[in-house]
């Protein structure tokens, strides 16, 4: 028998706004910028992307007018920099590829494992540790649902399975809804967590089907967001966060430190407090993972530890994020001390 979570349905699925959404988003440099009222002579653009360009009109609605240095923009916008090697920057910083036990699932730490169930996401951020991940060759399939079961029977103290990516949220709902009807086999399973970007940046992906099938899992379900800066919410991405919690989803927020993106106070102390305004509890502030093409966003250690304590001083405790950073071999993701 085929696995639902990919089989294609007979019936042509019913069109979605959000897929209409994601065919209009800026896969070229030049029309984003006129989109923003910038010059190219403004700004330097790479000609060549490896890792191409992909940025929804809904995320370019909220950057500024004429604004090269833009924070929003900057994550996006390829770089030329990007094309050169600096050294410590790799392909794999994290590790990924020594906890992988099956085609698309990652078992690194005590009690939860990860699935990578797409390649694809609905932007291309241009820090993302994941961006030269064999995707094509190492993502979620059939066979890898059949083994996923079998791996969780096998090992009943993984009490968490988590969506992650690219972006879960990629996928359809009707596939999400084969994959997690496979899951309740399980009956070690108590929680379900979604790593997904959309929320963000494509809105109109929390629709009410989505939402009927988060309703219907009989698994505490966790949705962990990632923003890094204060205007990355408006009212639609607000709206979305409030109907996600009115399906019973517990909100986390994880963010990257990105040098000119949110490498100072006033940017750090408005994201938590915006994130929190939203629904969305700051959850991870990571230090980047070096990899290739990354090294512009880097920050040292000392800005972040400055920023960390400047939180804490001004921020309610539960406004402050972990700070933390990723190691190949370690149990937990790091605190940064
Ligand atoms: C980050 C991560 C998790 C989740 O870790 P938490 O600390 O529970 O958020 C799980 N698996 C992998 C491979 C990860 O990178
Ligand atoms: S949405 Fe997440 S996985 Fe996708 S490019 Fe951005 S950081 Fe990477």
């Not at 019973?248 to 927020?253: D, E, Q, T, Y």
Request: aromatic letters at 6%; one cysteine or more.
């Amino acid at each position: 028998m085929q696995s639902p979570i990919l089989a294609r349905s007979p019936s042509t699925p019913k069109p979605s706004l959000w897929r209409d959404e994601l065919r209009q988003a800026f896969r070229q440099p030049g029309p984003l910028l006129d989109f923003l009222g910038l010059s190219r002579a403004q700004l330097s653009l790479p000609d060549a992307q490896p890792f191409p360009m992909l940025v929804p009109r809904a995320f370019a609605a909220r950057m500024e007018q004429g604004r090269a240095d833009d924070p929003l923009l900057r994550q996006v916008l390829p770089d030329p920099g990007e094309l050169e090697s600096v050294p410590g920057f790799v392909a794999d910083p994290v590790g990924d590829a020594a906890s992988r036990r099956h085609r698309g699932l990652l078992h690194k730490y005590h009690g939860r494992v990860l699935l990578i169930t797409t390649g694809a996401c609905a932007v291309h951020c241009r820090y993302c540790f994941r961006q030269s991940y064999p995707y094509a060759s190492d993502h979620f399939d059939e066979a890898g649902l059949d083994h996923l079961i079998e791996y969780l029977l096998e090992h009943p103290e993984v009490e968490e399975v988590i969506l992650s990516g690219g972006d879960p949220l990629m996928l359809d709902t009707r596939r999400l809804q084969g994959l997690t009807d496979r899951l309740r086999a399980v009956g070690s399973l108590r929680r379900l967590r979604l790593h997904t970007r959309l929320p963000i940046v494509l809105p109109s992906r929390i629709d009410e089907e989505l939402l009927a099938w988060l309703q219907s899992l009989p698994w505490s379900t966790v949705v962990v967001v990632h923003a890094n800066h204060a205007r990355e919410f408006d009212a639609d991405v607000d709206r979305a966060m409030a109907r996600l919690r009115g399906a019973g989803a517990v909100l986390f927020n994880q963010s990257v430190l990105l040098r000119g993106v949110n490498d100072d106070e006033q940017a750090m102390i408005a994201l938590m407090q915006r994130s929190f305004e939203a629904g969305v509890v700051p959850y991870y502030l990571h230090l980047l993972d070096r990899v290739e093409g990354a090294a512009r966003f880097e920050c040292d250690r000392r800005t972040a530890l400055r920023l960390l304590d400047v939180m804490r001083r001004r921020l309610s405790g539960y406004l402050v994020p972990r700070l933390v950073r990723e190691e190949a071999g370690a149990p937990y993701k790091l605190p940064v001390l």
